[in-house]
């Protein structure tokens, strides 16, 4: 009635905060605007590769970003639920440790995707900068750190590149490289882009050299922004040429040679920072 107040209790209060929030986040807060009209331009739903740019999203803050991503993994897991075309899907998680920063349901959400990911026909590929990223989804001894830092067992085959001495050494303990294993990441896989320890189950890491063609170079090449141009980069010895092969070396352990082959087969190019 007019002119008389009304005094929420308290505990009500605090058992509606979570909704009040999340309200107000989509109203007035960073996610205003994201769902409040039609999409504003037309998707090919059929088409084979799906990518989606969040670089507009960046002013907004990284809880923007991690509901986009969000919604594009929900997007994903119903698209092929509808499909029953037998196709085996890739789905690609770029700075998978935004999407884990919502809380416990999108860190439970990206364990449950690398679990049934054999039943719902999908190689799901997580993309991150080293393993203490997974330690940052939440506060330490939380669930969600719990969680995430059992993430790296899940995945069977794992691509490390070029990293520091201390991220060597705790990948090394993570995932329990040799010692030589561990010189290729902090050494030989520092000395260019492409370079990498592939590490396929137990089985001995492979040092492999990737070679984008010209096309993919045009299209993946991060350091454009910083040259200030869009040039493609100069053709290397190891990619001149059409025929060119990305080179295997299987790394052993402590013992036994190490065992060269060429792989042409292997012709796909590992994200590379």
């Known amino acids: 009635m007019a002119g008389h107040a009304v005094c929420l209790p308290r505990q009500f209060v605090d058992h509606t905060r979570q909704i009040t929030d999340a309200l107000s986040n989509l109203v007035v807060g960073p996610l205003s605007g994201l769902f409040d009209e039609p999409t504003n331009f037309d998707l090919d739903w059929d088409a084979p590769v799906q990518s989606m740019d969040l670089s507009l999203l960046r002013s907004r803050g990284d809880q923007a970003i991690a509901v986009a991503l969000t919604c594009l993994g929900s997007w994903s897991s119903m698209i092929t639920d509808l499909q029953d075309d037998g196709d085996v899907r890739i789905v690609v998680r770029d700075e998978v440790w935004r999407q884990m920063r919502l809380g416990l349901r999108a860190v439970q959400a990206v364990d449950s995707d690398l679990r049934l990911s054999r039943a719902e ?11 203490s990223d997974l330690l940052s ?20 085959s794992r691509i490390l590149l070029g990293q520091s001495t201390r991220v060597g050494d705790e990948l090394a303990e993570e995932l329990g490289l040799s010692e030589r294993e561990q010189a290729v990441i902090t050494g030989w896989a520092m000395e260019g882009p492409g370079r990498a320890l592939w590490k396929m189950e137990n089985a001995p890491g492979m040092k492999i050299q990737t070679v984008l063609s010209a096309t993919e170079k045009s299209i993946f090449d991060t350091n454009a922004g910083l040259r200030g141009t869009t040039d493609l980069p100069a053709e290397t010895d190891l990619g001149k040429g059409s025929g060119a092969a990305p080179r295997l070396v299987s790394v052993p352990g402590a013992s036994g040679p190490a065992e060269q082959v060429r792989a042409s087969a292997v012709n796909g190019s590992a994200p590379h920072r």
């Not at 026909?121 to 997580?126: D, N, T």
């Open 121 to 131: 026909r999908k190689i799901q590929l997580l993309v991150m900068h080293k393993p």
């Open 137 to 156: 989804v939440g506060a330490a001894g939380s669930q969600e750190v719990s969680i995430a830092k059992d993430l790296l067992a899940l995945c069977s």
